[in-house]
């Protein structure tokens, strides 16, 4: 127990050491309550258009389907909250997570080198690394591992530094040390249901209909912006942090170390009528190595120009 004790707590480090605010583990298993859940939230077709969440179940509720004989779940929480705004309060609004580099690339390159430190100090550790781009339970799973809880609008909330956080994972056939859960503190407080443009937050949470997350309409939803939320996006153009913005835990937030995650100022000084004018070409300038290259030049032109007619 003291060697699996150890080896936790030197994984750990290095996690600290890669620039991750925090990190814990979970036993590798099925997840059997968490999906029925997700069950029940695609039968209800919370998750709109998004067909790819249909598939590979097992898979998102099984990580040894995704690492034969994993043991071990590694979750990880890495910071992307800034005071940084867009400098003209009438533009179209970015989430925060989207105004520096891809986060997928950034932190997938640290979890490449986390696994070979990995590998190094315990010889060859089968595994495979995982940030928001695989069917992976990521907010289960740091639940599942001590970093939080699932708040009323399913974010992971950390009680030391609230919910900028991107998470990230690291399946492996190591064993280690498990971590407890957190119990849930959001108690009596709906801030986040209350505030939510769309009415997205149901009261029975922690659940979302997606197919009315603002985040969904404007990155997700590849067709026409449905009319029913003409005058409730409240300027969102990429995203959205409404519930992030309101939630008291979030008081806790610091500014993030990553340098790659500052915005541009380009993107900064962007007018209002800059936006709304904006071109192919300055699309792609500003948004070479962004998140926001997900939405392509069109789907955010018809976010800007549905926001026009709002």
């Not at 940084?84 to 891809?102: N, R, T, V």
């Not at 010889?123 to 990521?138: I, K, L, N, T, Y």
């Not at 801030?191 to 149901?202: G, V, Y």
């Not at 004018?277 to 800007?304: C, D, H, M, P």
Request: net charge neutral; with cysteine.
């Amino acid at each position: 127990m003291l060697q699996l004790e150890k080896r936790s707590q030197d994984i750990k480090t290095i996690a600290s050491e890669l620039g991750f605010s925090f990190a814990g583990i979970a036993k590798a298993r099925r997840l059997d309550d968490e999906a029925r859940r997700l069950e029940e939230w695609l039968n209800k077709g919370f998750h709109g258009r998004m067909s790819y969440m249909e598939n590979h179940f097992e898979k998102r509720v099984d990580p040894t389907k995704l690492v034969p004989g994993a043991k071990s779940v590694i979750s990880l929480m890495y910071n992307y909250y800034t005071d940084k705004k867009q400098q003209d309060p009438e533009a179209p609004q970015i989430s925060k997570y989207a105004l520096g580099e891809d986060y997928h690339v950034v932190i997938k390159n640290k979890l490449f080198d986390f696994l070979e430190r990995i590998r190094a100090a315990y010889g060859e550790v089968q595994g495979r690394c995982f940030v928001d781009s695989a069917p992976v339970m990521e907010r289960d799973w740091a639940r599942n591992a001590g970093l939080g809880w699932k708040g009323k609008n399913t974010l992971l909330i950390n009680p030391q530094a609230g919910s900028y956080f991107f998470l990230a994972e690291l399946i492996v056939d190591l064993d280690l040390k498990a971590d407890s859960p957190m119990r849930d503190y959001c108690g009596t407080c709906t801030r986040c249901i209350t505030a939510c443009p769309t009415e997205a937050i149901t009261a029975n949470t922690p659940i979302v209909d997606g197919s009315k997350c603002i985040s969904y309409l404007t990155i997700e939803l590849k067709d026409a912006i449905p009319d029913v939320f003409k005058g409730k996006m409240e300027n969102w153009m990429f995203g959205c942090d409404v519930c992030q913005q309101v939630c008291p835990w979030n008081r806790f937030a610091t500014e993030h170390q990553e340098p790659a995650f500052e915005p541009p100022e380009t993107l900064i000084n962007m007018s209002k009528r800059d936006w709304e004018e904006i071109t192919e070409e300055v699309f792609k300038n500003i948004f070479k190595n962004s998140a926001v290259q997900r939405t392509k030049f069109k789907g955010l032109k018809r976010n800007i120009q549905f926001l026009g007619r709002s």
